[in-house]
């Protein structure tokens, strides 16, 4: 379904971002595996995604910090010679109530979460760009998938900075998606639900934590990285091509108001 094109996953030793690069790389992408810290998981990502015949390699790299990403990008074209999809999937949490909250966990937050898609997607555009659309590879000039969260539009206490942050991912990709939708580049969200990641361990870890969190899902199970890996795989390839701005919401129903399924 990729075969030919060469994708960019950041924080992609872990989680869903390392299911995405998987995901991709069995379709037949060549996948960058970027990750901040955790080498050994990072090289056991490139060592599976290998395993589909294809090229990967692990580039180590802070997605906040601009020249980091400058010199992850040269590298990627040095070695695949250019770029056409981007997962911008890094992302983290520092959870606190509002008045506990420091003014370096705000920052932390918006600065990986939010500053961190900027600098990739402006990244891979200049790339995009440049080259334009090759008829044989892909029908557009350049894909780039936001992972956002059901809280770019779900409030959610004692995460401020991070809801935020998704919010802020919202406006960014809609934005992103009209100016650069004339160039033939097509940018959307991917908003996951609950996903058993170690991101939010706590929420599933025990019998009682995970009964808690079904009662907001309609659909009663938890998600999987795999869900997500799946809905990322078929949105950057063709034939996902006229879908552009998009947030998919890929959320077991948890945006459909579950507190009203009993009358409200
Ligand atoms: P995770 O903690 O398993 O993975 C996060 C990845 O981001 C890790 O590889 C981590 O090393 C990397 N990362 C963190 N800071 C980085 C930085 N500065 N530079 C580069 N990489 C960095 O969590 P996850 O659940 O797989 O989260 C992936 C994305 O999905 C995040 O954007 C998160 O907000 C989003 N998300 C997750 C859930 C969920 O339920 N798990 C729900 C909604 C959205």
């Given amino acids: 379904m990729l075969r030919g094109q060469k994708a960019l996953v950041t924080g992609a030793n872990s989680g869903i971002g390392l299911a995405t690069a998987v995901a991709l790389g069995r379709a037949g992408a060549d996948v960058v595996v970027n990750y901040v810290f955790g080498q050994e998981a990072a090289e056991d990502v490139v060592r599976q995604i290998r395993g589909f015949g294809v090229r990967a390699f692990a580039c180590e790299a802070d997605v906040s910090d601009e020249r980091q990403v400058v010199g992850m990008f040269a590298r990627m074209l040095e070695e695949f010679g250019t770029i056409d999809i981007l997962v911008a999937n890094a992302g983290l949490q520092r959870d606190a109530p509002v008045t506990e909250m420091t003014v370096e966990q705000w920052h932390k937050v918006i600065d990986v979460n939010?500053?961190?898609?900027?600098?990739?997607?402006?990244?891979?555009?200049?790339?995009?760009?440049?080259?334009?659309?090759?008829?044989?590879?892909?029908?557009?000039?350049?894909?780039?998938?936001?992972?956002?969260?059901?809280?770019?539009?779900?409030?959610?206490?004692?995460?401020?900075?991070?809801?935020?942050?998704?919010?802020?991912?919202?406006?960014?990709?809609?934005?992103?998606?009209?100016?650069?939708?004339?160039?033939?580049?097509?940018?959307?969200?991917?908003?996951?639900?609950?996903?058993?990641?170690?991101?939010?361990?706590?929420?599933?870890?025990?019998?009682?934590?995970?009964?808690?969190?079904?009662?907001?899902?309609?659909?009663?199970?938890?998600?999987?990285?795999?869900?997500?890996?799946?809905?990322?795989?078929?949105?950057?390839?063709?034939?996902?091509?006229?879908?552009?701005?998009?947030?998919?919401?890929?959320?077991?129903?948890?945006?459909?108001?579950?507190g009203f399924a009993t009358g409200g």
């Fill in 114 to 258: 939010l500053t961190g898609q900027f600098l990739c997607a402006r990244e891979a555009t200049k790339e995009f760009l440049r080259r334009g659309v090759v008829p044989e590879v892909s029908r557009s000039a350049g894909k780039i998938v936001c992972m956002s969260s059901v809280h770019q539009i779900i409030p959610w206490s004692g995460h401020l900075n991070y809801a935020a942050s998704k919010g802020g991912v919202l406006m960014l990709m809609q934005t992103l998606a009209q100016e650069l939708g004339p160039h033939g580049i097509r940018v959307n969200a991917v908003a996951p639900g609950a996903i058993r990641t170690p991101i939010n361990r706590s929420a599933w870890e025990t019998p009682e934590a995970e009964a808690e969190l079904l009662r907001l899902i309609p659909y009663r199970r938890v998600g999987d990285p795999d869900d997500i890996a799946a809905a990322v795989t078929v949105l950057v390839s063709d034939l996902m091509d006229y879908v552009v701005g998009t947030t998919l919401f890929v959320d077991g129903g948890m945006t459909l108001f579950p």
